[in-house]
């Protein structure tokens, strides 16, 4: 099965900063990967699918990037209510997987 | 507003069972694949188990594999998720969430709690 590794997992950033979150799968997959930021005690949020679709009223600071076996979610400048854990998603098809989460703190 | 509430969940002995279900609202139902997704207390995102559209394929992750059934109603807006022989490690927080290409795991409900313990 096809492995995804995110890093880092956990990170400290100061407000206004560009952050950027990697998830490495063990092969190529193809262009289904999401982007989740979950809140504590909240449902996950979808941010990102197919790599860099931008989720019906996610701010535009957020944005996907990658192909192949790296992605990357970039956080522009970076804002206090971007306290979360973040998590990638490879949904092309079974298995699905769940990156192991990067919690994101602000400095 | 589309929406999925899930309900079921409750403390069960170690080996006992469990019947989770959720309900869909807001969209044509019989038109989306769905998922089972659970996350342990202070662990991450973990995938359980799929649905196709019609039912007529499911996958299941291999930590549940043989024990838990997936399974949708269409006339009832409805999924379900049948645990056996539940573990320890079981105990977790279920969400049920839509799945679609391209756009993902779209639509999450609120989760029920399931807990595993003697």
């Known amino acids: 099965d096809i492995q995804m590794t995110q890093s880092p997992s956990s990170l400290s950033a100061s407000v206004g900063d560009r952050v950027t979150i990697t998830c490495r799968a063990s092969?190529?997959?193809?262009?289904?990967l999401a982007w989740y930021q979950e809140k504590p005690g909240k449902v996950p949020k979808l941010l990102m699918y197919?790599?860099?679709t931008l989720q019906s009223g996610v701010p535009s600071r957020f944005s996907g990037s990658g192909s192949g076996t790296e992605f990357n979610l970039t956080i522009r400048s970076l804002q206090p209510e971007d306290v979360s854990t973040y998590y990638c998603l490879k949904y092309n098809t079974a298995p699905y997987i769940f990156g192991q989460g990067t919690k994101l703190e602000i400095k | 507003e589309m929406q999925l509430v899930e309900s079921g969940g409750g403390l069960v002995q170690p080996g006992g069972s469990l019947r989770l279900s959720c309900a869909a609202s807001?969209?044509?139902?019989?038109?989306?694949?769905m998922h089972w997704v659970r996350q342990a207390p202070g662990k991450g995102l973990e995938w359980v188990s799929y649905?196709?559209?019609?039912?007529?394929?499911?996958y299941y992750s291999d930590s549940v594999r043989g024990r838990f059934s997936v399974s949708r109603d269409n006339a009832k807006n409805s999924l379900y998720l049948q645990m056996n022989n539940l573990r320890a490690e079981d105990t977790a927080l279920y969400y049920c969430?839509?799945?679609?290409?391209?756009?993902?795991?779209?639509?999450w409900g609120q989760g029920t709690m399931v807990t595993v313990s003697s």
């Open positions: 969430a839509r799945g679609d290409l391209p756009d993902g795991f779209d639509i």
């Open positions: 649905i196709s559209i019609r039912g007529d394929t499911v």
């Open positions: 197919a790599i860099d």
């Open positions: 092969q190529a997959i193809s262009n289904y």
């Open positions: 807001g969209f044509t139902f019989s038109s989306y694949e």
